[in-house]
C-alpha cells in the first residue's frame, strides 16, 4: 500500500514509519517538524520506499494533494504535551482539529482509509457531584488550560465517525502513555524521559502531586502494532484502547527507574500549581479495557514495564 503518515517525524510516528517501511508498504511522511526531528526517522530517511515532505497538516491544499495518491493516511500530527496544553491553547485547537478535518475531507475523496490517533484524556476525569460551573472537570470554556488538548481530540473523533457514516472506513485508536527509545524529555515533558535523565544525573526526581495517580505506560512496540492492526478492514468505524492494561503509580514509577538506573538521585514531590500553573487537577488514573482491542485487532501488549524501562534506558 502507499501510506502517509502525518506527524511521522514525531516519537509515535517515527517507529511507524519504520515498521511500515520493514512490512513492505511505501510511505510519506509528512511532518512540520514543529516537535519532531528528522533524525528519529533514521533509517527511512535512506529508504527507496520512504519520501518526507516538510509542511504542515493545518494546510488543506498540502494534504489533498499528498492523500489523493494514497490508499491509507495514519494521522499523528499534533500539538500535544500539558505544557503546550496551558500556554498555546489556540494553536493546539488549531492544529489539532484543522488538521484532522483536512485528512478526513480529503480521504473521503478519494476512499483512502484513515487511522487516527485519540488519546486516553478522552475519557476525562471522573466526574463529582453537584456540578460546578468553573470546575476543572468538565470538557469545556472554562477549563480551557486543562481540557483543550482532549476536547480536540474528542471533536476529532466525532468527526471522523460522521465521516464514517458517510462511508469513510476510518478507526479511531486511543493511546495510553506510549513511551520508549526514541522519547526525548524535551519534546513535552513525558514523564518516562524525565524521569530516566534526572536519575542517569543523579538529579532529583520530580514527581508532580502526591504521586499516587497511576498510568499504564505501553512499550512503543506494542503500541505500534496496535496501530498498523487497525488498518484492517474489521476495524472501521470502531475505537480502540491501545495500551497496556498494568497500571503502576507515578511514585512507584519513579522508584522503578532510580533502581534499574542504580541511580543516587531523591525523589522529591512537586505540587501542581507548582508545575503547571493554579488549579491544574490531574486523572487519577487511566487503566484502558482491552476486550475490544484483542478480539478485533488482535492487539495484546508484549513487553513488560520493566523490560521496556529497561531497552529505554540503554538508549539514553
Ligand atoms: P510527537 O510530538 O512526538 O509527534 C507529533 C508530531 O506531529 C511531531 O513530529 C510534530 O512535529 C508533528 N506536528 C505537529 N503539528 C504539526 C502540523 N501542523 N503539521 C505536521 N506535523 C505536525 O508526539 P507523539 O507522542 O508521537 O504523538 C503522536 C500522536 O499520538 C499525537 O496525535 C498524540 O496526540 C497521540 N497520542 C500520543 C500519546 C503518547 O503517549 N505519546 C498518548 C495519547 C495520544
Known amino acids: 500500500m502507499k501510506i502517509l503518515v502525518t506527524g511521522g517525524a514525531g516519537f509515535i510516528g517515527s517507529h511507524l514509519v519504520n515498521r511500515l517501511l520493514q512490512i513492505g508498504h511505501k510511505v510519506l511522511t509528512l511532518d512540520d517538524l514543529s516537535n519532531g ?26 494534504v489533498r494533494k499528498l492523500v489523493e495518491n494514497c490508499d491509507a493516511v495514519f494521522h499523528l500530527a499534533a500539538v500535544l504535551g500539558v505544557k503546550n496544553t496551558v500556554e498555546n491553547p489556540l494553536k493546539l485547537m488549531e492544529v489539532n482539529i484543522d ?12 476512499r483512502a ?48 465517525f460522521a465521516y464514517a457514516e458517510k462511508g469513510l472506513p476510518v478507526t479511531v485508536v486511543r493511546y495510553f502513555n506510549a513511551y520508549g527509545p526514541g522519547q526525548t524529555s524535551s519534546q513535552y515533558g513525558g514523564v518516562v524521559p524525565r524521569f530516566i535523565r534526572a536519575a ?26 496496535g ?5 484492517g478492514p474489521r476495524a472501521n468505524g470502531l475505537a480502540f484502547n ?14 522503578t527507574i532510580r533502581q534499574l538506573t542504580g541511580s543516587s538521585s531523591p525523589i522529591v514531590y512537586v505540587p501542581y500549581d507548582a508545575a503547571y ?15 475490544r482491542s484483542k478480539s478485533v485487532l488482535g492487539y495484546k501488549p ?15
Not at 538529579?203 to 503500541?223: H, K, L, M, N
Not at 496501530?227 to 488498518?231: E, H, I, N, P
Not at 500553573?277 to 476486550?291: N, S
Request: proline share 4%; charged share 25%; glycine share 6%.
Open 113 to 160: 482509509k484513515v487511522v487516527l490517533a485519540s488519546t486516553s484524556e478522552i475519557y476525562g476525569k471522573n466526574e463529582k457531584l453537584p456540578f460546578k460551573e468553573d470546575s476543572d472537570r468538565v470538557l469545556g470554556a472554562p477549563s480551557i488550560h486543562r481540557w483543550c488538548y482532549s476536547t480536540a481530540k474528542a471533536i476529532d473523533e466525532h468527526f471522523a
Open 200 to 225: 542517569l544525573n543523579n538529579e532529583p526526581i520530580e514527581v508532580y502531586g502526591d504521586g499516587t495517580q497511576s498510568r499504564c505506560f505501553t512499550y512503543i512496540q506494542d503500541t505500534v502494532s
Open 242 to 255: 491501545i495500551g497496556s492494561d498494568h497500571p503502576i503509580t507515578i511514585r512507584d514509577l519513579a522508584a
Open 227 to 231: 496501530t498498523v492492526a487497525a488498518l
Open 277 to 291: 500553573g493554579p488549579g491544574y487537577e490531574d486523572m487519577r488514573a487511566r487503566i484502558p479495557d482491552l476486550t
Open 37 to 62: 526531528k528528522l533524525e528519529y526517522l533514521d533509517r527511512a530517511l535512506t529508504h527507496n520506499n520512504h519520501t518526507f515532505v516538510h509542511d504542515t497538516a493545518a494546510d488543506r491544499d498540502t
Open 99 to 110: 488538521g484532522t478535518r483536512n485528512v478526513l475531507e480529503a480521504a473521503h475523496k478519494v
Open 302 to 316: 508484549t513487553i513488560s514495564l520493566e523490560e521496556g524501562l529497561r531497552r529505554s534506558i540503554e538508549w539514553y
